[in-house]
């Protein structure tokens, strides 16, 4: 017990260390310290403090250096740093960009009254409006074969785009590109005096000084936004694509904020160098998009101890279950549901290409699960002749009589849910598409799972209720997994997530509210002797106790 209460109290040490160091390090980021030398000689002003007239004029071009010709799209005659924007403008595509190849955008803030090519105190900026994905399946009535995501309007121009690119309409596993339909701007409106021997080095390469008389200026602090564009933005491109829209949107930054987006794009960046897709970083995106820094803060302390309680449930859970010897007053129903709907939410997770950062957890739960019916089927494993046997274990009375409970609850149980999933099957087969009948069997049984799933733990209610005990619960695993239920409540306002996923977590509440009733209900006795054969106020053997 010693060792076990020194595991996890190191274990808690090392999480808190780890707040506060991350804490620190955040504090590092957002917060840059000012020059304050007398003199002035070592500070850098912001050529912003002068109020120039500046303009606003973005370009595209099929290479990053406009080499072989540019196309204005769009200019801000008045362009002014501290008003906020959004404007859509159709861009014409090139030949080359049509036939699977790229388009890239050239964004200057320069003076009023002339070219950027011919202002020498100009800043810009090179964004890449297109990017390459596997474009995802068409999802098509299973019973009438037709594919009613595009309107009748579209038909015409699907008959000409298949005419005129063989290729169009057709699935492929290879990448195409795919047209950013957001431009995100940004520029720092804070008039603030770097010291130049303490700049910082992520806002280093974004700073272009020119020397005026005697003093260091910096001109404006230019930004695109990579983390706005998202997969759900984004367009397939093909032959036919003469023209897309493109949202431009500005707003001002404080320098700040400019400091953290750097280093979360980079860490983004980091992410897709190491072999993570446009999809996988999506992930990632998706929790700093339209998030201020407070709420962003709030996002990463309930994510640190969300995982801080995951690990302790997981580490209480499995020695529970390793210890476990006898399922007297456990329900083998719930045991065995809590497997089948955790393989299921993994096989969905796969069908639908989830991150790796999910799908990983998922596998490892799913093999978890699968060891816990082991234990509480008693299964035995024997391997003959290169083909396994199966061998499950006998029950004792006491166990005999828990599981006529349990097959008594499943039987009340199925009277309600059997109709429901195959009502809601049949329903989303009918008016939903789909890939495939595996990816429609998948997200039935999905359904199935976040809708009713709550109703398999009713049977273990009805066990404790029929034995008046919860003493054979695993309290500190439930406590640490209830914890993470409250917290999956506040995900549950923060991230964007389905709406059955944002009702599992909800659901899940009532039922810990009931299992909290019935402990204060069932008190647990502690001069009776429990599934290990040992009472809680039974005297060691060979010690005796001194007062």
Known sequence: ??????????????????????????????????????????????????????????????????????????????????????????????????NNGTLYALVFVHQAGVTPWEDPRQVHLVAQLTTYMVPKPPEISLISGEDQTQSQKEEPQQKKRSSGNPAAGVPTDHPSSHWRSRLTLNIVGDHFVFDRESLPGDVHRYLRVFQNG????Y??????????????????????????????????ISLGRLRFWIHMQDAVYSLQQFGFTE???????????????????????VAAFHLLFDFLAFKNDISFWKQKKSMVGMSSKAVLWRCFSTIVIFLYLFDE????????????????????????????????????????????????????????????????????CIGGAVYALIFLRY???????????????YAFGFLFMLPQLFVNYK??????????????????????DVFAFIITMPTSHRLACFRDDVVFLVYLYQRWLYPVDKTRVNEYGVSYDEKPKGKTHKD
């Not at 005697?214 to 200026?217: D, F, G, R, S, T």
């Open 467 to 488: 034995l008046k005990s919860v003493a054979h619960l695993p309290w500190k695993a439930f406590m640490y997994k209830a914890f993470n239920t409250f917290i999956d």
């Open 279 to 301: 999809k996988d970083a999506d992930e990632i995106k998706g929790i700093f998009v339209d998030t201020n820094l407070y709420f962003l803060a709030l996002t990463f302390f």
């Open 1 to 98: 017990m010693f060792l076990k209460t020194s595991f996890t109290t190191l274990i808690v040490g090392v999480f808190v260390v780890y707040v506060l160091h991350t804490c620190w390090v955040m504090y590092g980021i957002v917060y840059t310290k000012p020059c304050d030398s007398p003199k002035g000689d070592n500070c850098i002003t912001p050529f912003l403090a002068g109020n120039p007239k500046l303009q606003l004029s973005i370009y595209t071009a099929v290479r990053r250096n406009a080499e072989g010709g540019h196309t204005l799209i769009h200019r801000e005659d008045k362009f002014d740093v501290n008003s906020k924007f959004e404007r859509i403008v159709n861009v014409s595509l090139p030949k080359k960009t049509r």
């Open 214 to 217: 005697k003093k260091m200026v």
């Open 219 to 252: 001109l404006p602090l230019l930004f695109v936004d990579e983390l706005s564009n998202r997969v759900k933005d984004l367009v397939e491109i093909n032959s036919t694509s003469m023209e897309l829209p493109l949202t431009i949107s500005y707003d001002s």
């Open 435 to 449: 890939k495939s009948w595996y990816s429609w069997l998948i997200n039935s049984l999905v359904n199935g799972v």
């Open 353 to 420: 290409q989830t991150s790796l950062l999910v799908l990983i957890p998922a596998a490892i739960g799913s093999m978890i699960e699968v060891w816990k019916v082991k234990k509480a089927f008693k299964i035995q494993v024997f391997w003959r002749g290169g083909k396994p046997e199966f061998q499950f274990g006998k029950l004792d009375e006491s166990e005999r009589r828990t599981e006529e409970y349990d097959t008594l609850a499943m039987k009340y149980l199925s009277y309600l849910l059997y109709p429901l």
